[in-house]
């Protein structure tokens, strides 16, 4: 709209109306193209040269003439800017674009489409269950409110004012350009754009002639970054944006499609930190054994039914021992089958003293499971829920440990990964009742694939601190598939699981888990210690069957067997001794600790 | 015509990490003094986290990448020095055939400083045809070696930030724009086999501009 009448001033000022119009649609594509996914999906070609043919030469035929504008060919304009113009009256309404970061409750397989549904020039879509955030808000106003200087501008020509203003445009757009993809919020589009997996969040944006302020606690947690205003006729536009400096929480979420959950106290092999606490334990257990556990134990993530230590995840091939033992000391049978071999057991036990750190989560201390504690008892009851259930993969993918096959502390846990290689073996696993099969089951199972439960028994518990190999608890004896069934003095022997999940009277042993087997071992194996032993032994006597662990209900019967064994206060006076010694070892860097002797004694 | 003269902050980089520091910080620059059509290219940083802009003409890319070559030839030579890379824009102007010059001049009106501590490690990698391998010290422990690139990065997205803002401050000196140019003529300088050398080149420069003490400043 040039006017040729010769009123400089007129078509000066027509020509600036039209940059400043195309600022706003320029710096808005500027925005958005980094900033919504859906739209730049549909665009790509400003972010990747290679989707356009003609990048490297940049011919000016390929490219659109209004894309021309500032000199920055970005391709194709979005609907929604396009119809920026309709909604914008005028040139003297700023623009203003609201980044939000939509957190997603549940992951949705739909999300993409969710998130194109959510994009609106006027509203967005609230997903349910999501949570949304504004991360951004970029500003782009006309500010008119500059005085003119008259003066100055008329000793220049209109052409010098309108070039001048045009390529202080393009300087402008330009580091907004560069800037945009240096702020913080560029990283989360970029992951959901680039990256094929869905994520628990997505971009969306809002665009308003208005802005919204800011409470002032939102405020004061943003920065702004403002852009030097470029001055016109008649004004000057102005840039700026208020952002979050962090929003690392969005991206760092979980992007591995797979795990649903991230195991924050996996322990890891034992190569790992080997003083590393277990603190999250499952359920009732207030102390995270302060005693460095080798094994993953902590459960929590992965608990499918059970919470408890065992989960065991009869499908999952993993090893990784995380959740599974919480060692529920309820699950030790205070009954030996066995008393020689429980003796042997003892011994190992001794010397593993430590182990009784171990018992995580549903018994505070250690010696508590061995009887009764009804506290633990009840957490078992309630971590180790339904036999069958297998419980979800955990021992994720996540745990590092337990690369199967070895007695590596932390497959212990993974009993149930071994389930389906065991045919045979489950068979011959013991047990008294169908429970306890199905546990056995289980732990054969584990067995032929990886951890073996209570396998260390006659490890000395502070070889392996120092052994790096250092072996599950649970681990069964080195013969795998056999582990509990067919071998029953051998698991005497060395699997504390089998005795231990038996015992309470006999009661039906829940096998199902892998990792209640596992515990069960563990808390068998502890119950061998000399000062646990002498109540357990008796009521041992049954058990006899693998079914290590029984984490499941079973405990219920057992319960009132355990606790017959051994009274609260002994638990206790264990369990401090065990603590005592703990830190002496952990001081003495495994030294024999002459508290732990008194204790012992 | 004044000529504007930005001092960036220092970084520290290690010997590895040069090509991509010094990419990303003259292609910003360059981006944002092509003022002739661009469509832009996005280049994600490999060794940081962070993405810079090019102005996607392959000409440009491969002339900067054999200046980034030749510095690190030389900072070979000379380990474990502080050095300079200077990329400075002018304008040519037709002058009389003076002392120093022949018939064109060069009018510099604007000069961007890099400056880069190089800890020179032990493992020299000839980065020719692994233009982004990335050679790792085994000297250094892993949380030190994070942490540094921690701060570099830090430090790099400081840089590039004051990139930024230099330009948006300083307008004015930047010359109009000619068409059919996609950007301003410029030179990449970096220090030559010795010192004094460099000084020379910073005397000669100056001399060209006019000699205005900006330059040196």
């Known amino acids: 709209m040039a006017s040729s009448h010769g009123n400089s001033t007129h078509s000066e000022s027509a020509k600036t109306e039209q940059i400043i119009t195309e600022f706003f649609a320029k710096s808005l594509h500027i925005i958005l193209e980094c900033r919504s996914p859906l739209m730049s999906s549909r665009n790509f070609s400003g972010e990747q040269a290679l989707s356009s043919p003609s990048s490297s030469s940049s011919s000016s035929s390929s490219v659109r003439p209004r894309d021309k504008w500032f000199n920055l060919a970005l391709g194709e304009c979005p609907a929604a800017l396009e119809n920026l113009d309709l909604w914008r009256q005028s040139n003297f309404e700023p623009v203003v674009v609201d980044v939000i970061l939509v957190k997603r409750g549940l992951s949705r397989t739909q999300s993409l489409k969710e998130s194109s549904n ?4 006027d509203h967005e879509e609230v997903l349910s269950g999501s949570e949304e955030k504004i991360i951004e808000r970029w500003i782009v ?13 008329s000793r220049r020509t209109s052409s010098n004012v309108l070039h001048t203003l045009y390529k202080k445009s393009i300087l402008l757009l330009r580091s907004l350009y560069a800037t945009a993809r240096l702020l913080p919020a560029y990283k989360i589009f970029r992951d959901l754009n680039c990256s094929g997996k869905l994520r628990p969040f997505t971009l969306t944006h809002r665009l308003l002639s208005f802005v919204e302020p800011f409470t002032r606690k939102e405020e004061s947690e943003m920065q ?38 991230f195991i924050p106290d996996y322990v890891g092999s034992p190569l790992a930190d080997p003083l590393k606490r277990f ?3 499952p359920v009732s257990s207030p102390s995270s054994l302060p005693f460095s556990r080798r094994h993953s134990w902590s459960y929590d993530r992965y608990r499918a039914s059970p919470p408890a230590y065992f989960s065991p995840s ?25 008393s020689s071999s429980v003796h042997k057991t003892n011994n190992s036990y001794d010397e593993y003293y430590p182990s009784p750190n171990f018992t995580p989560s549903p018994s505070p201390s250690p010696p508590v499971y061995m009887h009764g504690n009804h506290l633990s008892n009840a957490a078992l009851l309630r971590t180790e829920s339904a036999p069958v259930c297998i419980p979800k993969l955990n021992l994720q993918p996540s745990l590092p440990m ?3 096959n070895r007695p590596s502390r932390g497959s212990k846990l993974d009993m149930s990964t071994g389930l389906p290689n065991t045919g045979v073996s489950v068979e011959k696993l013991i047990v008294k009742d169908d429970s306890k099969k199905h546990y056995g089951t289980k732990i054969s ?51 504390h699981i089998g005795d231990q999940m038996d015992p309470q009277a006999g009661g039906t042993f829940p096998i199902k888990k892998s990792q209640d087997a596992a515990v069960g071992a563990l808390v068998h194996m502890l119950k061998k210690a000399p000062p646990l032993r002498q109540e357990l032994s008796t009521s041992t006597a049954d058990s006899t069957h693998v079914s290590s662990i029984r984490a499941e209900h079973p405990l219920d019967s057992s319960h009132s067997v355990l606790v017959a064994s051994k009274t609260t206060a002994d638990a206790l006076e264990e369990l401090q001794g065990f603590k005592r010694m703990k830190d002496c070892l952990l001081s003495q860097g495994g030294g024999t600790c002459n508290v732990a002797a008194g204790i012992w004694k | 015509m004044n000529c504007e003269v930005c001092q960036l902050k220092e970084l520290e980089v290690e010997h590895f990490e040069i090509r991509e520091v010094l990419r990303c910080i003259l292609h910003t620059i360059v981006f944002h003094r092509a003022l002739g059509l661009v469509r832009p290219k996005v280049i994600d940083l490999e060794l940081f986290d962070i993405t810079y802009v090019q102005c996607g003409d392959g000409e440009l890319e491969k002339k900067i990448d054999e200046k980034i070559e030749q510095f690190i030839s030389w900072v070979e030579k000379h380990p474990n020095k502080k050095s300079q890379v200077c990329i400075s824009f002018y304008e040519v102007k037709n002058k009389h055939p003076s002392w120093f010059t022949n018939k064109t001049e060069r009018l510099y009106w604007e000069q961007w400083y890099i400056n880069l501590n190089v800890s020179q490690q032990q493992k020299v990698h000839s980065g020719k045809s692994h233009p982004s391998k990335i050679v790792v010290d085994p000297g250094d422990s892993l949380e030190e070696r994070s942490a540094r690139r921690a701060a570099l990065e830090t430090s790099l997205r400081e840089v590039l930030f004051q990139i930024i803002k230099f330009v948006n401050e300083k307008k004015d000196h930047v010359p109009p724009i000619s068409d059919g140019v996609v950007y301003f003529p410029y030179e990449v300088t970096i220090p030559s086999s010795s010192d004094s050398a460099f000084g020379m080149d910073m005397i000669k420069r100056m001399l060209q501009t006019g000699g205005h003490p900006t330059m040196l400043s």
């Open chain 1, 118 to 121: 959510a994009y609106s020039s």
């Open chain 1, 141 to 153: 106003q006309y500010d008119t409110r500059k005085p003119r200087e008259k003066g100055s501008t």
């Open chain 1, 224 to 261: 702004r970054f403002s852009f030097t205003p470029v001055d016109t006729s008649s004004g000057r536009l102005c840039l700026s944006v208020l952002y979050h400096s962090s929003v690392s929480d969005a991206s760092s979420e979980s992007s591995t499609p797979m795990s649903p959950q």
């Open chain 1, 279 to 281: 603190t999250s334990l």
């Open chain 1, 314 to 338: 009869p499908t999952h091939s993993e090893p990784p021992a995380a959740n599974a033992l919480q060692f529920g000391p309820v699950n030790l049978p205070p009954q030996h089958p066995d």
């Open chain 1, 402 to 404: 337990n690369d199967n």
């Open chain 1, 445 to 495: 199972a584990v067995n032929s694939s990886q951890c073996s439960i209570s396998r260390s028994s006659s490890r000395s518990f502070l070889d392996d601190f120092d052994d790096s190999d250092f072996p599950c608890h649970f681990d069964v004896e080195d013969d795998d598939p056999m582990y509990h069934g067919s071998r029953p003095e051998s698991f005497d022997k060395k699997s």
